[in-house]
């Protein structure tokens, strides 16, 4: 067997269902460039070990089980265990398109990337919930499209389709513990350090969440709650744009403030925006049930975020002494 070029790994935690699709599209990859699998089960009380050996005739697979740590350090045991040069970090709910290693090889042997970021997409089996969110996260009216669609070079990716060399991975010891929010803790220390990241275009997945409102609201919520303390430990990477769900969600009560005492321009405002986002994701997904969704995603979204996002700042701001961890135990994997 050729020494794989790539190394995929792959956390999971309670979803066997999950890395059975994950393992079906790996199995039906293209091009004939070698590669293996590293499957990293951190903890878990529903174990996915029957399923992978399921598919050691048709991959290069290879299973691990360790104490819950979280994904960070899943990741980092992953990639201690794998034997290729470049890594590619994936959550368990993606499904890979057929052309994802072929585009990736082809892109970094024209444009070598020392960590590289995919797309996140919605196949047409999905649920109306799950391409709702899709549709929240990866829109150019709700993120900018950073997550979708971004061309930037000095791009920002994130764990659920992440590369990484292993120069890279040892230069910065790989993810910390914070969770949510170490995939860019990571990529800021890989600026740092010297090293290059960027956006694959063609470098597709589709993110299958298993998500509720409900779950919704809490990641997003997370997602807000950790920027303040990556803004702590990384003040050279502060933007502005990270406040936009915040204003979002002042403006919104103001809204609602204003319209009691008859000024109704605000809220038209938003009523406007809603509008233009409603009609955006149904000319998106042809789907009026996705659209009227996808408007409530978006609040959902900016409202949890912007939430998350303000109420750690403010506590970061009035115990400037106190280390993160102290503050926020819950977001920390000992």
Not at 162 to 169: D, I, K, M, P
């Amino acid at each position: 067997m050729p020494l794989p070029k790539y190394s995929f790994v792959i956390p999971v935690y309670n979803r066997p269902l999950e890395i059975k699709e994950l393992l079906d599209s790996a199995s039906q990859l293209t091009g004939a460039i070698p590669f293996e699998i590293i499957v990293v089960e951190d903890g878990s009380s529903i174990p996915c070990e029957a399923i992978v050996e399921g598919y050691r005739d048709r991959l290069n697979i290879s299973y691990f089980l360790k104490p819950n740590s979280g994904p960070g350090n899943s990741r980092n045991y992953g990639m201690s265990k794998a034997s290729s040069g470049y890594f590619i970090i994936l959550d368990s709910d993606v499904i890979l398109h057929r052309d994802y290693l072929v585009e990736v090889d082809t892109y970094l042997s024209e444009n070598y990337l020392d960590c590289f970021g995919g797309p996140d997409a919605a196949d047409d089996s999905f649920t109306n919930l799950q391409k709702a969110i899709d549709y929240s996260m990866t829109s150019l009216l709700t993120t900018g499209g950073i997550r979708g669609n971004s061309n930037k070079k000095h791009y920002q990716p994130r764990s659920f389709n992440l590369g990484l060399s292993r120069e890279a991975f040892q230069a910065t010891n790989g993810f910390g513990k914070i969770h949510p929010g170490e995939d860019p803790d990571l990529v800021f220390r890989l600026w740092d350090s010297g090293f290059k990241t960027g956006f694959i275009p063609s470098a597709v997945v589709y993110h299958k969440r298993r998500i509720s409102w409900t779950l919704f609201y809490r990641q997003v919520y997370k997602f807000g709650s950790v920027r303040p303390i990556l803004n702590r430990w990384h003040p050279n990477y502060i933007s502005l744009t990270f406040w936009f769900p915040s204003l979002f969600l002042l403006g919104f009560i103001s809204s609602f403030v204003l319209l009691v005492f008859g000024i109704p321009y605000l809220i038209i405002l938003y009523l406007f925006y809603l509008a233009l986002v409603l009609l955006h994701s149904f000319f998106k997904t042809k789907s009026t049930k996705v659209a009227i969704m996808s408007v409530f995603a978006i609040l959902v979204q900016f409202c949890g975020y912007g939430y998350g996002f303000l109420k750690n700042t403010l506590i970061l701001t009035m115990n400037p002494t106190k280390s993160a961890e102290d503050l926020f135990p819950k977001l920390f994997f000992k």
